[in-house]
């Protein structure tokens, strides 16, 4: 995951200088100005006490929506919601977490091609409400569901076809101000997720050039 952001943060900043040498000439780009609405699904992994133990890890699935405004074709800014269900297993325990976060997003983009394909890095932070449940051979444990923080760093590209339509994958890490998605607390570390979705993007309401 260090080596792909490391990666896209160099394309990123070489075609980022590119597309504004060729702002002009970005007939597939979306319009400065435009407004987002983006719907998202995908994978999400669990990060906790269990996984440091188990190689068995549990994709499950999530997904989410955002709204976002394009304020030029680098960065973009908005708001987002997901949610979903995470999983994780050891020879004795099971855990599984409902959870629902929003917050704001800011993205950094850079067009290429004429503003068909963007790399692009997303970082989102906010609130988390989480439902966790431990189940210790025929013994289960909740607790009611609480809010915490949440943070995320995600990066990936999107495709743009007509200005108004678009394609995107992503790949990244969430972290949380809580050690307890499975009810267990051990050191210092604090649980979270990994995630890779696909979305289908809008742009709408914007300005012609």
């Given at each position: 995951?260090?080596?792909?952001?490391?990666?896209?943060?160099?394309?990123?900043?070489?075609?980022?200088?590119?597309?504004?040498?060729?702002?002009?000439?970005?007939?597939?780009?979306?319009?400065?100005?435009?407004?987002?609405?983006g719907l998202e699904?995908?994978?999400?992994?669990?990060?906790?006490?269990?996984?440091?133990?188990?190689?068995?890890?549990?994709?499950?699935?999530?997904?989410?929506?955002?709204?976002?405004?394009?304020?030029?074709?680098?960065?973009?800014?908005?708001?987002?919601?997901?949610?979903?269900?995470?999983?994780?297993?050891?020879?004795?325990?099971?855990?599984?977490?409902?959870?629902?976060?929003?917050?704001?997003?800011?993205?950094?983009?850079?067009?290429?091609?004429?503003?068909?394909?963007?790399?692009l890095l997303q970082?989102?932070?906010?609130?988390?409400?989480?439902?966790?449940?431990?189940?210790?051979?025929?013994?289960?444990?909740?607790?009611?569901?609480?809010?915490?923080?949440?943070?995320?760093?995600?990066?990936?590209?999107?495709?743009?076809?007509?200005?108004?339509?678009?394609?995107?994958?992503?790949?990244?890490?969430?972290?949380?101000?809580?050690?307890?998605?499975?009810?267990?607390?051990?050191?210092?570390?604090?649980?979270?997720?990994?995630?890779?979705?696909?979305?289908?993007?809008?742009?709408?309401?914007?300005?012609?050039?």
């Amino acid at each position: 995951m260090k080596h792909i952001v490391a990666l896209l943060i160099g394309l990123f900043l070489f075609s980022a200088a590119e597309g504004f040498a060729q702002s002009r000439r970005l007939m597939y780009a979306p319009r400065d100005g435009s407004w987002r609405i983006g719907l998202e699904g995908g994978v999400g992994v669990l990060g906790d006490d269990n996984t440091r133990d188990s190689k068995d890890y549990h994709f499950r699935p999530l997904g989410g929506v955002e709204l976002s405004k394009l304020v030029n074709q680098n960065i973009a800014i908005g708001i987002y919601g997901t949610g979903g269900m995470l999983r994780s297993t050891t020879l004795r325990r099971e855990a599984n977490t409902d959870f629902l976060a929003a917050g704001f997003l800011t993205e950094f983009r850079a067009p290429l091609l004429r503003g068909a394909l963007y790399p692009l890095l997303q970082i989102r932070g906010g609130v988390l409400s989480i439902a966790p449940e431990l189940r210790m051979d025929d013994v289960v444990y909740s607790i009611p569901q609480r809010l915490h923080l949440s943070w995320s760093l995600a990066a990936g590209f999107e495709v743009v076809s007509g200005r108004n339509f678009g394609v995107r994958a992503l790949l990244g890490v969430a972290y949380t101000s809580t050690d307890r998605w499975d009810l267990l607390v051990q050191g210092d570390d604090r649980d979270g997720y990994s995630f890779a979705q696909l979305g289908v993007t809008w742009y709408f309401g914007s300005r012609r050039r």
